[in-house]
């Protein structure tokens, strides 16, 4: 597709999935599902539809060595790296600022590093009805129709239909909405007319700068420094503050579209128990990822053995809806409702003098 | 104590702690309880009894290796080595004889290899008893007064009162009981009259020798030609039946004596959740073993990671009552009350492809 260039945001960090995510080894960098990382998957299902020069990684200077030695196929130069995170905001607009080197005509789409999509062929086509509804003008967010009353997500209220691209219907977006509470969440979901804020978005790289232009002013003066004189950015990134690009931009723009994706089969991946969700399970009822498992009357479970290899085998009985993640210095054992918590496991390690080797 | 020796039966196998046991590891090779093995243990505890050179060990060619390195303390002279298992019966035929070739006086007591034993010093306690009790004539069985209506142990009903050792009660032993169906095995708990046959046994060797030549004269004339001509002993040994000393013995044996000790925090060690019977729980209720723990709301966890070194860290959050054991290649989870069905897993290895290398 011409003129259209994929940004992929792989600054993140987190510990959610701990323990395979550590400090230094954030979860795009995981091999989550077994053989490749989110990252090498995130690349792999925009190959059908992007060249390998149009697509750009945007990344903090932590994680830019491990990124490039995963990825060897992008150009050295379509790697952007932030001197330091400083939100989704300042990471668009430095790779807008290299979209419109390019090609002053270019469209993006902003995509994530440490998704689940199990539907690529499906994300595509989304995301050419998307190029085609940014074409117009338009910020589009990418949606997905909800399929619970999730709190941990941002949600979009769709406003008027403005048409049909493929299989994709076209709304404008009339309100974004921060995470809700349980109550509030319901109700979206019961209404039909939210969709998840995905993180994702597509539009003409002229149009997200005019935008930073109009609603972040002093972050645009910067970006234009920076354009100016690439040698200056570690000085002025210590001047930006960190911001989101909902908070940012997208919450105060007009003209904003939202798809809401159906059937995508998406994840944020934000616990371990997502997984359960989107993976399709064995015959037994369990997901085992990486390893061998041996089983008397288990189901539901989720086992990711990975990182020990082929040959470790794990064995349980009578265990439903249980989490095992093992890896090489530590195992984590808990049921699926209470994988959340691993958060207070890791908040314990901070305060453990040993505890630093295994964060 | 003069004229007296140990002999520790350690030619046993078994799979009932898999995945910690192996075919080539049984269950007394193993670091059970974290730094040293069942075996070593079982040395360790006879050391302010017995001097090292009055302590032998049966055990079968295939473990002898192993536990001679295990143990260089013993002299390489004190092992006697079965060229296969042929039960306890002539194991301690064996054994017998290098006793009575040291000493024709000896009183030998015929103990585990692989059980744990909390209270060592009321144990040596107890075998000082035996000794004296076997000094007049009697076989001696060591009881475990019952805790709970096991049916996986044998019983032995006391009859007369035959006088007090130390703080030891010893009485004629009136009738060796087979592991019983669950009612009567509830009975025989009631009825305070029956111990369990711990397995252990302390004798003149001259009397159980007499014994072997009365009860079971062929398998005496085939340790008498051994005592003839060691060298014969493979050969002689193809032909000795399988025997247990409770059938081949004890069952037809007069002037048998029972002590049933109590208190001595006895353990066959038969299954996982045997251990959490038997070891203290940390203060949250839980039993480690090697590695670290880290956790969330866990109570009634037997943790073993002793074979990964002290750096390993299991984190659980939510469980309670669970059974982990980490070993190098198999993870094992599985409820306490379910740790028994290591069986059926270890069946299903047995029928996999790639099952011999966890066996």
Known sequence: ?????????????????????????PKQLLKLLGERTLFQIAVDRLAPLFPPEN???VTSAAYASAMRQQRPAL????????????????????????????????????????HF????????????????????????????????????????????????FSVF??????RFKEKPALPEAEAMLADGAHAWNSGMFVWRVERILAEFARQMPDLHQQLTAIEADWASLAEVWQGVPTTTIDYGIMEGAENVAVIPAKDLGWSDVGSWESLLE????????????GGKHLAVATTGALIHAARQGPRRLVATIGVSDLVIVDTEDVLLVCPRERAQEVRALVEQLK?????????
Chains 1, 2 share one sequence.
């Open 1 to 25: 597709m011409e003129h259209y260039y994929a940004v992929i945001m792989a600054g993140g960090g987190g510990t959610r999935l701990w323990p395979l995510s550590r400090q230094d080894r």
């Open 351 to 359: 305060q453990r003098p040993d505890g630093e080797q295994y964060l």
């Open 169 to 174: 219907e076209v709304f404008r977006a009339q």
């Open 278 to 289: 989107v993976l399709a399970p064995d015959e037994a009822g369990n997901v085992v990822i």
């Open 55 to 57: 697509i750009l990684v």
């Open 75 to 114: 150009p050295e130069d379509n790697f952007v790296v932030e001197p330091a995170p400083r939100g989704t905001a300042p990471a668009i607009g430095l790779a807008a600022l290299q979209v419109r080197r390019r090609d002053p005509s270019g469209i993006m789409a902003c995509l994530t590093a440490d």
């Open 117 to 164: 999509i199990r539907d690529e062929a499906r994300f595509r086509d989304l995301l050419a009805a998307a190029a085609q509804t940014a074409q117009q003008d338009y910020l589009v967010t990418l949606g997905i129709a909800p399929t619970f009353p999730a709190t941990g997500f941002g949600y979009v209220q769709r406003g008027d239909a403005l048409g049909t």
